[in-house]
């Protein structure tokens, strides 16, 4: 038992008399390679450091993608961090500089630590050109619609990949070091194999579950809807409008408008909201409702990368209104052809026999292929809204005059308050 410990023991660097005494010769080749870097590190170092300078110049500069930019910085930072891991992890050892140091050091973690770094960086730095060149494609492509490009299915596909990888790697580990320890004799066995076993087992099925939740997040990420503030103004808007106009104190460039006597009072529909947030998300400016419901669309543009979208469809709701303070508003029918009318986008506002709405918000962002402070590059921001009911495409009736409330459907009572059916 003294031998083969002995031998064990010769065969490690660390107090083996070999490695103790190594002598560095200055002139093979492990060593003159060992300064093949300082070639191209320093140079790297300059050119981070320019591209970095520049990307923070970027906003100030006409015709600049920041966003290419920034990932071609990234790209060449994880490179200079892949080169220093290399020199540190691959050349110095193997010059033999550092040997009979090391020898007389007890094995220590950190080295552990440096090569999962520098497995990480190459990973990194081998994906990130390709990661750069896909976003300049899409962005000369796509110019207008890069956002539209969208991630869930791709996330999905990534988490499963990596999580089935891990997972095929980590049974083998299980597998092999289960098979070596039943392959050793039960003298053989050690509470570190019994450690390593339960380890292996604890990572790989937290492993799992980390990326199982990561693909759950990614399938039921949902697109940007109305949010209950949203949602409030939006029908707080519709129903002060249609309470004013049911009363009879709605103003139109000085006339007022003859009191309603059935406007049913506005309410929300999640199921009817779903509709139109598809079509806001197309990125198409035609109206896209089945031809039963109503519709209304608007687009905002802004300078600046918009923080609240609750706050548009509300905006949205009091520029279709103004249509009847620009237009003018002459009868409370809606005249031969509704489709061509000039306060077309107000009626739905008004229309009597509609009491269900549901909008949709969509950033489309703006245009990668200009500079942020270009006066031509907006964000667009679109708005779609469903109504339940259309106004007809022939002649017919926006509201009934009469008293308000005077003549609510059957089975919807009197909101005196607002005189609004309900």
Request: hydrophobic fraction near 45%; proline fraction near 5%; aromatic fraction near 10%.
């Given at each position: 038992?003294?031998?083969?410990?002995?031998?064990?023991?010769?065969?490690?660097?660390?107090?083996?008399?070999?490695?103790?005494?190594?002598?560095?010769?200055?002139?093979?080749?492990?060593?003159?390679?060992?300064?093949?870097?300082?070639?191209?590190?320093?140079?790297?170092?300059?050119?981070?450091?320019?591209?970095?300078?520049?990307?923070?110049?970027?906003?100030?500069?006409?015709?600049?993608?920041?966003?290419?930019?920034?990932?071609?910085?990234?790209?060449?930072?994880?490179?200079?961090?892949?080169?220093?891991?290399?020199?540190?992890?691959?050349?110095?050892?193997?010059?033999?500089?550092?040997?009979?140091?090391?020898?007389?050091?007890?094995?220590?973690?950190?080295?552990?630590?440096?090569?999962?770094?520098?497995?990480?960086?190459?990973?990194?730095?081998?994906?990130?050109?390709?990661?750069?060149?896909?976003?300049?494609?899409?962005?000369?492509?796509?110019?207008?619609?890069?956002?539209?490009?969208?991630?869930?299915?791709?996330?999905?596909?990534?988490?499963?990949?990596?999580?089935?990888?891990?997972?095929?790697?980590?049974?083998?580990?299980?597998?092999?070091?289960?098979?070596?320890?039943?392959?050793?004799?039960?003298?053989?066995?050690?509470?570190?194999?019994?450690?390593?076993?339960?380890?292996?087992?604890?990572?790989?099925?937290?492993?799992a579950f980390a990326y199982v939740t990561n693909g759950m997040i990614a399938n039921l990420q949902k697109p940007y809807m109305c949010g209950a503030d949203g949602q409030e103004a939006i029908l707080k808007f519709h129903n002060e409008l249609r309470s004013t106009v049911a009363n009879g104190t709605y103003n139109v460039i000085g006339?007022?408008?003859?009191?309603?006597?059935?406007?049913?009072?506005?309410?929300?529909?999640?199921?009817?909201?779903?509709?139109?947030?598809?079509?806001?998300?197309?990125?198409?400016?035609d109206y896209g409702a089945p031809p039963k419901l109503g519709e209304n669309t608007f687009t905002f543009l802004s300078h600046s990368a918009p923080t609240n979208l609750d706050q548009y469809g509300a905006r949205a709701s009091y520029t279709w209104e103004q249509d009847f303070q620009n237009q003018g508003w002459n009868s409370t029918?809606?005249?031969?052809?509704?489709?061509?009318?000039?306060?077309?986008?107000?009626?739905?506002?008004?229309?009597?026999?509609?009491?269900?709405?549901?909008?949709?918000?969509?950033?489309?962002?703006?245009?990668?292929?200009?500079?942020?402070?270009?006066?031509?590059?907006?964000?667009?921001?679109?708005?779609?809204?469903?109504?339940?009911?259309?106004?007809?495409?022939?002649?017919?009736?926006?509201?009934?005059?009469?008293?308000?409330?005077?003549?609510?459907?059957?089975?919807?009572?009197?909101?005196?308050?607002?005189?609004?059916?309900?």
């Amino acid at each position: 038992m003294a031998s083969l410990s002995n031998s064990t023991v010769s065969l490690g660097i660390h107090g083996n008399p070999s490695f103790l005494n190594f002598e560095v010769s200055f002139l093979s080749i492990p060593v003159l390679l060992l300064f093949v870097p300082l070639l191209y590190i320093p140079a790297t170092s300059v050119v981070v450091y320019r591209i970095a300078e520049k990307t923070i110049a970027a906003k100030k500069v006409n015709n600049v993608n920041v966003q290419l930019f920034r990932a071609i910085s990234l790209s060449h930072i994880m490179c200079l961090l892949f080169f220093l891991a290399d020199f540190l992890y691959l050349r110095l050892p193997l010059s033999g500089l550092l040997t009979s140091w090391c020898a007389r050091l007890q094995p220590s973690g950190y080295l552990v630590i440096l090569i999962i770094i520098v497995y990480h960086i190459n990973y990194i730095v081998v994906i990130l050109p390709f990661l750069v060149a896909v976003i300049r494609l899409i962005s000369i492509l796509s110019p207008q619609r890069h956002h539209k490009i969208r991630n869930a299915l791709g996330l999905i596909f990534n988490t499963f990949f990596w999580l089935l990888a891990c997972l095929v790697i980590n049974i083998v580990l299980i597998v092999k070091l289960v098979k070596l320890k039943h392959a050793l004799g039960q003298h053989a066995k050690s509470q570190a194999s019994h450690k390593a076993e339960i380890s292996l087992t604890i990572t790989s099925v937290a492993m799992a579950f980390a990326y199982v939740t990561n693909g759950m997040i990614a399938n039921l990420q949902k697109p940007y809807m109305c949010g209950a503030d949203g949602q409030e103004a939006i029908l707080k808007f519709h129903n002060e409008l249609r309470s004013t106009v049911a009363n009879g104190t709605y103003n139109v460039i000085g006339t007022i408008k003859p009191p309603a006597a059935s406007t049913r009072k506005m309410k929300w529909d999640e199921s009817l909201a779903a509709s139109p947030q598809k079509h806001a998300e197309k990125c198409i400016h035609d109206y896209g409702a089945p031809p039963k419901l109503g519709e209304n669309t608007f687009t905002f543009l802004s300078h600046s990368a918009p923080t609240n979208l609750d706050q548009y469809g509300a905006r949205a709701s009091y520029t279709w209104e103004q249509d009847f303070q620009n237009q003018g508003w002459n009868s409370t029918s809606t005249g031969e052809n509704p489709i061509k009318s000039p306060i077309r986008r107000a009626v739905p506002l008004v229309y009597a026999e509609t009491d269900k709405i549901g909008c949709g918000v969509f950033n489309r962002g703006n245009n990668p292929s200009l500079p942020e402070n270009d006066m031509n590059n907006f964000y667009m921001i679109d708005v779609v809204c469903y109504y339940e009911k259309a106004v007809s495409n022939t002649t017919s009736d926006i509201y009934m005059p009469g008293d308000a409330c005077s003549s609510c459907s059957e089975g919807l009572i009197c909101e005196t308050s607002s005189g609004l059916c309900v």
